[in-house]
């Protein structure tokens, strides 16, 4: 048995440990994303990206695919890898060997193309933070067989990527090979270090491998970025070029697809054209039944500035206004484009004050969505539009009087009661957020009062998750937080007061003060329920027993929040 032999067997016995290792990482934190993701998401109300993270790390969280089958396909790439590395990344090739690579070239579309890229990129960032750690903790030798292996992939993901890309720019040529020969002397460099065990030497050339890793990571970010590019520019192409429906589907399914790997993703895709492209589908009749899936796509887009910019250069907002307006549109689409009015009128977003032509149309869009919320056959087109609503009443104040000239809060209030429609914490938290703008007006306590408002409120203080998803005990919080904030308001109203302490609305308020467990340990719960008490107990002092009101009421707000988050700690 020949030392080759020997040392082989021991070199794949790790490649499969290593794979192993990546095999049980995708089986603990691969996510999956579920529907009531993209709800959340056309809400609108708080969920960020992942902008600070690097592109294809941002692709761990948002890949839908089994982990097992998953880690089959990236094994498959690994084995390749390590078949070029013993090659030297130096194919041998034949004529007939070129013309079966320009057959599978021509079988992969620009949508297959990224894919591919982003998977290897994935395993690439990965070997990034693998060595980053390592480093850290000076081992060595693992750090030197890990950039043997990044090599590895680095040379792989480029011989790959060209064999199905045969026009790719200068530019990016010369990134792949200012990569490939920092890659090589990244590798001689943690050779050197594995040679020597003096701990002063290593420490001196820790610095350097440092300093050299970071310029990797710099090289494989641009590279990563102008791939990315070039293959997004020939979807846009596709979707401008083209009058036929199934390639068209095709291409905005693939923009769609690439919209959910991350903010990066969707600021390329609005650089290149991508919101353009898209409204040029959405102002022809032909392409009717592509109008629900090309929003939805120009939805996850507009949740960057540069998408937003877009949509306003091509009068994206009267397009909006048009098919929310047209009745001959299906729920469907009507749905749809009231998500991309939820995604670009976000109170969390910073860049909507240029959206001077959505104040031009208001009138007409917060009309159709208010018949939209009253006709919804679904929980989902109803939480489509109360978000919509929600996020405009938070943009324009004048929003709030056009909703109570049309009777939006009688059409709120009876939805409620229709558990098929609203059957979820999230639209209970669009309905309550809208309640708690328009209480600022004088004139809506009576329309509380005569749609059973208060008992509503009431309810929704008692909001609880049921499934215990994080996200679902947020949203309860903030319906929470909200229905006492609107308590507040319209307290100042006597007939409402009166209405709300009839229905035990203090005991109520006090008991979630003075539980943490109640309001889930939200702080902003407390102060809103300390807030609503104050109100009521003006009206009804006798209602608090002395202890409520010495802690409750009569301090100052501060000293009564303090007094009541100090309640979760134990001296025992």
């Given at each position: 048995m020949s030392k080759e032999w020997i040392d082989s067997l021991l070199y794949y016995i790790g490649l499969t440990l290593y794979c192993f290792d990546l095999f049980i990482s995708f089986s603990i934190f691969w996510p999956m994303k579920k529907h009531t993701n993209r709800l959340r998401s056309m809400a609108c109300q708080g969920d960020d990206y992942l902008d600070s993270l690097p592109l294809p790390v941002q692709r761990m969280h948002l890949i839908q695919v089994d982990s097992v089958q998953r880690w089959m396909e990236d094994l498959k790439l690994m084995t390749d890898?390590?078949?070029?590395?013993?090659l030297q990344s130096k194919p041998i090739s034949t004529e007939e060997d070129a013309q079966s690579e320009l057959i599978l070239s021509s079988q992969h579309s620009a949508y297959d193309n990224l894919q591919l890229l982003l998977k290897r990129a994935w395993i690439i960032s990965t070997e990034l933070t693998r060595i980053a750690q390592k480093l850290e903790k000076n081992r060595w030798q693992?750090?030197?067989?890990?950039?043997?292996?990044?090599?590895?992939?680095?040379?792989?993901?480029?011989?790959?990527?060209?064999?199905?890309?045969?026009?790719?720019?200068?530019?990016?040529?010369?990134?792949?090979?200012?990569?490939?020969?920092?890659?090589?002397?990244?590798?001689?460099?943690?050779?050197?270090?594995?040679?020597?065990?003096?701990?002063?030497?290593?420490?001196?050339?820790?610095?350097?491998?440092?300093?050299?890793?970071?310029?990797?990571?710099?090289?494989f970010g641009q590279l990563i970025e102008l791939a990315l590019t070039y293959e997004i520019q020939n979807l846009v192409r596709q979707i401008n070029s083209s009058d036929n429906i199934y390639i068209t589907e095709s291409s905005t399914s693939s923009l769609f697809s690439l919209t959910q790997e991350g903010a990066q993703l969707c600021r390329i895709i609005a650089k290149e054209g991508g919101v353009v492209?898209?409204?040029?589908?959405?102002?022809?009749?032909?392409?009717?039944?592509?109008?629900?899936?090309?929003?939805?796509?120009?939805a996850s887009i507009c949740c960057v500035e540069e998408g937003i910019h877009q949509l306003e250069k091509v009068d994206g907002i009267l397009c909006l206004a048009d098919i929310l307006t047209d009745s001959t549109h299906s729920e469907v689409t009507?749905?749809?484009?009231?998500?991309?009015?939820?995604q670009i009128t976000s109170p969390h977003l910073t860049f909507t004050q240029h959206l001077s032509s959505f104040l031009e149309n208001m009138e007409e869009i917060v009309t159709a969505l208010v018949k939209l919320c009253q006709e919804a056959s679904s929980g989902e087109v109803f939480?489509?539009?109360?978000?919509?609503?929600?996020?405009i009443t938070f943009f324009d104040t004048m929003a709030c009087e056009m909703l109570l000239h049309l009777n939006a809060m009688k059409i709120l209030l009876a939805a409620c009661a229709d558990k098929q429609i609203v059957d979820t914490p999230y639209s209970r938290d669009q309905i309550v957020t809208i309640l708690a703008n328009m209480s600022v007006l004088d004139q809506c306590a009576s329309e509380i009062i005569q749609g059973n408002g208060v008992q509503l409120l009431m309810e929704m203080l008692f909001e609880r998750s049921s499934s215990g998803n994080s996200a679902e005990v947020t949203a309860c919080e903030r319906v929470q937080q909200k229905s006492a904030v609107t308590l507040a308001r319209l307290s100042r109203d006597p007939e409402v007061a009166h209405a709300a302490i009839?229905?035990?609305?203090?005991?109520?308020?006090?008991?979630?003060?003075?539980?943490?467990?109640?309001?889930?340990?939200?702080?902003?719960?407390?102060v809103a329920c300390l807030a609503a008490l104050r109100r009521l107990a003006v009206m009804s002092p006798d209602g608090l027993e002395d202890s409520d009101f010495q802690q409750l009421v009569k301090p100052r707000l501060v000293d009564s929040f303090l007094l009541c988050t100090n309640m979760e700690e134990s001296f025992v």
């Open positions: 890898c390590e078949c070029m590395c013993i693992r750090v030197h067989s890990m950039t043997v292996r990044l090599n590895c992939h680095v040379r792989s993901m480029i011989n790959e990527y060209n064999s199905f890309t045969r026009n790719s720019s200068e530019e990016m040529h010369q990134f792949e090979k200012l990569l490939i020969e920092k890659c090589s002397e990244f590798t001689a460099v943690t050779e050197r270090c594995i040679q020597t065990e003096d701990k002063r030497t290593l420490q001196s050339m820790k610095s350097c491998i440092n300093e050299t890793l970071t310029t990797v990571a710099q090289y492209a898209l409204f040029k589908i959405c102002r022809q009749d032909c392409f009717r039944c592509l109008y629900p899936q090309t929003l939805r796509t120009l009507r749905a749809e484009a009231a998500a991309v009015i939820a939480l489509l539009a109360s978000a919509a609503l929600a996020n009839k229905l035990s609305c203090i005991p109520r308020l006090i008991e979630l003060c003075r539980s943490p467990t109640e309001r889930n340990n939200s702080d902003s719960v407390l």
